[in-house]
């Protein structure tokens, strides 16, 4: 056992944590979790934080519920995992076919992988070589927006906007054209005129529909997203929409593109997959696209690319017990939920004056600080006040927060 503190010291001296500056990580009193129950997680000590950032947005349902631990352990009497280069498994041919069922996409086929990033990955080169297999030449590049964020590989930190000290990185990032971010009103108009502008070079667009999440939860209005969609059918550009964050009823609807009217050519999903519990992620593909790869058996038509734990069996058989429990009374919980959670945000913390603003869609949702000056790291005090009180909160990246243009965007 030990107390929290030996843990930490422990953790500290062998463990390297992603987004976390090492040098100070146990001074910001990180928490050490043992074990979880429902909603919320136990540390070393015994001591009971409500996980309210979902475990960085994975958890869906809770921790421990018991259909899930179960579909892990039956599926444990059968496979844990085979290879998806070349050969099937049983468990996942039914999620893929479950997924088929729900997702916005025509005529959708899955490839899957492990990581939210991969997924993007996936589709950026699909989109590429999409274009290749047609025989059309210069559609290479990317219209992504400001402000977002799609992961942090090469590819996926490239269409991604920067900011979160990743700065260091942009000689490795590929080109891409910039729309704004959801904090300028116009952001998807100005994007369907760039799509006009780029069509020629375009191989895709690629967005986060209806909630930039890391970005510090940005909002765009369900309604804007037609004139960018009917602007890529004019053009004939692909549509990537990731939702690796937004789906699984996160913003009150199983995936946000619904809401927006959008049915992308590449859907990306990761993080709620599972419900939270085993890495999983998944590039659907529309049936025109996947057509576009058809041709003879090791010829370059082919999509050589894929993971070795892609489709994992273990993740697969949680992932699709998991979309059964997401019924429309779950998701009208959610929308009920996130009404509830919007009136008493607006009526106790929207007042307060270090509060700049707060966005909520469904159970997507931050509080805008807004501090006197920079440098006062107020997202960090706030959050470690709230551990203090047993609720587990995180700060959002302080780069897009803090600019000028971020303020005031109720
Ligand atoms: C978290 C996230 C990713 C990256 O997913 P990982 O599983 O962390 O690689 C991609 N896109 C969006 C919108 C995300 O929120």
Redesign the pocket.
């Known amino acids: 056992m030990g107390s929290a503190d030996e843990w930490v010291r422990r953790d500290a001296a062998v463990v390297w944590h992603g987004f976390t500056q090492m040098a100070c990580y146990a001074d910001n009193t990180p928490l050490v979790i043992e074990r979880a129950e429902g909603h919320e997680l136990i540390d070393v000590e015994g001591r009971r934080y409500l996980d309210a950032i979902s475990s960085l947005?994975v958890t869906t349902l809770g921790h421990r519920v018991p259909e899930l631990d179960q579909a892990v352990r039956d599926q444990l009497d059968r496979v844990a995992h085979t290879t998806m280069l070349g050969h099937g498994n049983r468990v996942v041919v039914e999620l893929a076919e479950a997924l088929a069922g729900v997702v916005p996409v025509d005529g959708p086929h899955l490839l899957f992988a492990s990581?939210?990033?991969?997924a993007?990955e996936q589709a950026l080169k699909i989109a590429f070589q999409y274009w290749a297999n047609r025989g059309v030449e210069g559609r290479t590049a990317y219209l992504a927006l400001g402000h977002a964020?799609?992961?942090?590989t090469i590819g996926?930190l490239s269409v991604g906007a920067g900011g979160f000290g990743t700065d260091l990185f942009d000689p490795l990032r590929f080109p891409v054209v910039r729309a704004p971010g959801y904090d300028d009103p116009r952001a998807l108009e100005v994007a369907a005129g760039l799509v006009g502008d780029h069509a020629d070079r375009l191989a895709a667009v690629v967005l986060?529909p209806l909630v930039q999440?890391?970005a510090g939860m940005l909002l765009a209005p369900p309604d804007g997203y037609a004139t960018l969609a009917e602007a890529c059918r004019r053009h004939d550009v692909l549509l990537v929409c990731?939702e690796?964050?937004t789906g699984f009823g996160r913003t009150g609807t199983l995936f946000a593109s619904e809401q927006c009217g959008l049915r992308p050519d590449l859907l990306?999903l990761?993080?709620g997959i599972t419900g939270g519990y085993l890495p999983l992620?998944a590039t659907v593909a529309s049936q025109r696209v996947f057509e576009a790869f058809l041709g003879p058996d090791l010829s370059e038509r082919t999509f050589y690319h894929g993971h070795s734990y892609g489709g994992n069996a273990l993740a697969a058989a949680v992932a699709l017990r998991h979309l059964g429990l997401l019924t429309p009374d779950v998701l009208a919980g959610v929308r009920a939920r996130s009404r509830e959670l919007h009136e008493l945000l607006d009526e106790r913390v929207a007042p307060l004056p270090a509060v700049a603003d707060v966005r909520l869609r469904g159970l997507m949702g931050g509080v805008e600080l807004d501090p006197p000056r920079d440098g006062l790291r107020w997202g960090r005090r706030v959050c470690a006040a709230a551990v203090r009180r047993g609720v587990l909160l995180r700060p959002s990246a302080t780069s897009s927060c803090s600019s000028p243009a971020h303020r005031h965007v109720r």
């Open positions: 947005w990581d939210g990033a991969a993007v964020y799609h992961g942090d996926s986060e999440g890391a990731d690796v964050a990306c990761g993080k992620s």
